[in-house]
């Protein structure tokens, strides 16, 4: 048993001074307010619950600082992606998500969403272990010490249209539901490790294929990118007469255990299927920025009844306090209306941990798992800020110290595991050369 001590802790009632938080085998067992420093292990600043991380592609970490260099948009971006994700093999793959894991774990995050379509070998045929790919990104999430939900994607097509998979995009394919649907079923859950299902998205499904693809995913977490872009959009009223959000709520795949990414070019009767199922949402604002897709309607999903969570995406930033800073100002900007967001509706989104299928974490609550992240309220950044405000005033390296199920990662602002940039750079810099 440990007993940790908060000068400030962020509890359901709000931030809460003078916390003592019991642990006891990965879990919380006490939670006592007003409580005085006798023998606790003392963190400093603010303590958090667990970060999550809803949206994670781990490979397009390798994407950072590599495709700012020119104009151009989603689809000539996608070129660079596929790139990379053509040069990666088990070995490569596993160096750069461990790095990439850590990296997250360092900037707050207990649990990430593994968004996961890169399966096969270059050709697109399969592995001799057909799921090679996604025990690299669990023996990278397990050494990294984060819990891991591995979103297992299908993908059939290359558009709307129904095309073939062409290119490094074969990779990503396996043929058909019924094989998707198999290969999963081979991938075992444990304590730290969840298996999931994604549709990639109704680019990638064909709407005939939807209800089997929710049949498989049987009440697991199912998450889908949703009309990220306009042209997404046009392609499936051309093809279905119908948004995409329509297609797969006609497909029965928007339900509680739903996360729809993105969700940005939505119109007024998505925002309502979407919050009526109260399908989560994963905004991504820094990717989406940096794609230039356009701002969604977060406020707005959030009064119709989708829980708000956030993903750091392709990694141009792995921040989550600079995702939920996102979140509201990007509001601002939009609507020239302040405070779209309380803080405590912020942290709601940053500790979105069940939209990954962990209803036991995102509260320091007696019976959570004990995923505790303290952030500094010394530093140049936080200096002087309210405990109640600092999280629009923090940034990832204001994060002293993160607790996953008990364990402590990450303590004095480093990773159990070292030197996460000497890490990122020996499994990046070998794809560019
Ligand atoms: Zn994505």
């Given amino acids: 048993m440990t007993t940790y001590f908060a000068p400030h802790a962020w509890l359901d009632e709000g931030v809460t001074s003078n916390v003592r938080i019991t642990v006891h085998s ?13 023998g606790d292990v003392p963190l400093p600043g603010l303590v958090l619950p667990g970060l999550a991380n809803t949206h994670s592609h781990a490979f397009h970490r390798a994407l950072r600082g590599r495709t700012h260099d020119s104009v151009g948009n989603f689809w000539t971006w996608r070129e660079r992606m596929y790139a990379v994700a053509a040069r990666l093999d088990p070995d490569s793959y596993y160096a750069l998500a461990r790095a990439t894991y850590c990296e997250m774990v360092q900037a707050g995050v207990t649990a990430v969403g593994e968004f996961h379509y890169l399966h096969h070998a270059p050709d697109g045929r399969p592995y001799s272990d057909p799921n090679v790919m996604g025990h690299a990104l669990r023996a990278a999430a397990f050494e990294a010490g984060i819990r891991l939900t591995l979103l297992d994607a299908c993908y059939l097509t290359a558009g709307v249209d129904g095309g073939p998979l062409e290119g490094p995009a074969r990779r990503f394919g396996d043929g058909s539901v019924a094989a998707w649907a198999q290969r999963v079923a081979a991938l075992p ?50 093809a279905y007469g119908v948004t995409p959000t329509q297609l ?5 795949a928007l339900s509680v255990q739903t996360t729809a990414v993105h969700a940005t070019h939505v119109v007024d009767s998505d925002i309502a299927l ?55 100002m990007d509001e601002r900007v939009a609507t020239m209306e302040r405070g779209r967001f309380t803080p405590a509706q912020l942290v709601a989104a940053l500790t979105g941990q069940h939209a990954l299928g962990w209803h036991d974490a995102g509260r ?25 405000q600092a999280i629009l005033a923090a940034g990832a390296a204001d994060v002293d110290t993160v607790i996953v199920d008990g364990r402590m990662i990450v303590s004095g602002g480093r990773h159990v595991l070292g030197d996460i940039g000497a890490q990122l750079h020996a499994a990046i810099a070998p794809l560019w050369t």
């Fill in 189 to 238: 859950a444990d304590e730290f490790s969840q298996i999931g299902a994604a549709i990639h998205s109704v680019r990638a499904v064909p709407g005939e294929a939807l209800p089997e693809v929710v049949e498989a995913a049987g009440g697991r977490a199912l998450h889908v990118h949703v009309s990220e872009q306009p042209a997404e959009n046009e392609a499936c009223l051309a």
């Fill in 26 to 38: 990965g879990r919380i067992t006490a939670v006592e307010a007003g409580a005085r420093l006798r």
């Fill in 248 to 252: 797969l709520y006609d497909a029965g």
């Fill in 364 to 388: 320091i609550a007696p019976s959570m798992r004990a995923d505790l992240v303290a952030l500094r309220l010394d530093t140049v950044r936080t200096a002087g800020a309210a405990p109640e």
């Fill in 274 to 328: 979407l919050g009526g199922s109260a399908s989560s949402i994963s905004m991504c604002p820094t990717t989406e920025r940096d794609l230039a897709d356009g701002v969604g309607p977060a406020r707005r999903l959030l009064d119709a009844g989708s829980p708000l969570t956030l993903g750091s995406d392709q990694h141009a930033l792995i921040d989550p306090f600079e995702e939920a800073r996102a979140l509201e």
